[in-house]
């Protein structure tokens, strides 16, 4: 790991711990571009960790501290999800497959976070999860049922009511309030496996699956 100190950061608000990873991805060409504006003052922009298409990860922020890397949304009623979590940059140009030296690299990343502050699956989302509409990161290309796997992320295990409202589920998950084909496109980026058109049976149990799994 590389100490990469940002200057974009400050302390967490109202007490707050992290309870949530973000992931996003970078959306630029190389790592050392990304690096560059995660610690330019202009910019005003950070995470706590970056990691490299290489697994080289770079240490930009102590966890204990805010960075700057959620911007506007919420989760699960909460907004300032900057105070609530921990960010992880992943080196992607925002088209190309998630390298597997980068996912092996994330992967003992999250579980040594997830540890270390008792963040459960269901507590590792997705940018464009809390911030729907605005964000798409880390986008369709991002292996979330890799990580599910190893229980880093949430995925349904079992079949839902295809007849609850997807709109009360997605509530429940946590998805802030947006226009219903606006939250329908963020939780297909998430979960409906390269779904397009009108919601769906499918996208109406998978919702509610998740939505039960998270009352366990």
């Known amino acids: 790991m ?3 100190p940002s200057p974009n950061f400050g302390p967490r608000r109202n007490g707050e711990s992290p309870s949530l990873v973000v992931l996003h991805f970078t959306e630029m060409a190389t790592a050392e571009a990304a690096l560059e504006r995660l610690c330019s003052p202009q910019a005003e922009v950070s995470a706590h ?3 490299g298409r290489d697994g080289t990860v770079w240490h930009l922020v102590d966890e204990k501290l805010r960075a700057w890397h959620a911007g506007a949304g919420a989760w699960q009623g909460h907004d300032d999800v900057n105070s609530r979590s921990i960010g ?3 080196d992607n140009d925002g088209t190309s497959p998630f390298s597997a030296p980068l996912m092996r690299t ?3 990343l999250l579980t040594d976070i997830c540890t270390r502050w008792q ?3 269901s507590g ?3 940018h464009s999860d809390m911030a729907p509409g605005r964000k798409v990161d880390p986008g369709p290309r991002f292996d979330w ?3 599910a796997r190893l229980d880093l992320a949430h995925w349904p295990k079992t079949i839902g009511d295809p007849k609850r409202p997807l709109s009360a589920s997605l509530d429940e998950i946590g998805y802030p309030a947006a226009p219903a084909d606006t939250r329908l496109q963020a939780f297909r980026l998430r979960f409906g496996l390269g779904a397009k058109g009108q ?3 499918r996208d109406r149990a998978m919702a509610d699956a998740l939505a039960q799994s998270q009352r366990s």
């Open 2 to 4: 590389i100490h990469h």
């Open 49 to 51: 960790y970056m990691i």
């Open 88 to 90: 992880i940059e992943l």
């Open 106 to 108: 994330l992967e003992t």
């Open 119 to 121: 963040i459960s699956s």
């Open 124 to 126: 590792v989302i997705a």
């Open 145 to 147: 049922q890799r990580l």
């Open 199 to 201: 919601e769906t049976d």
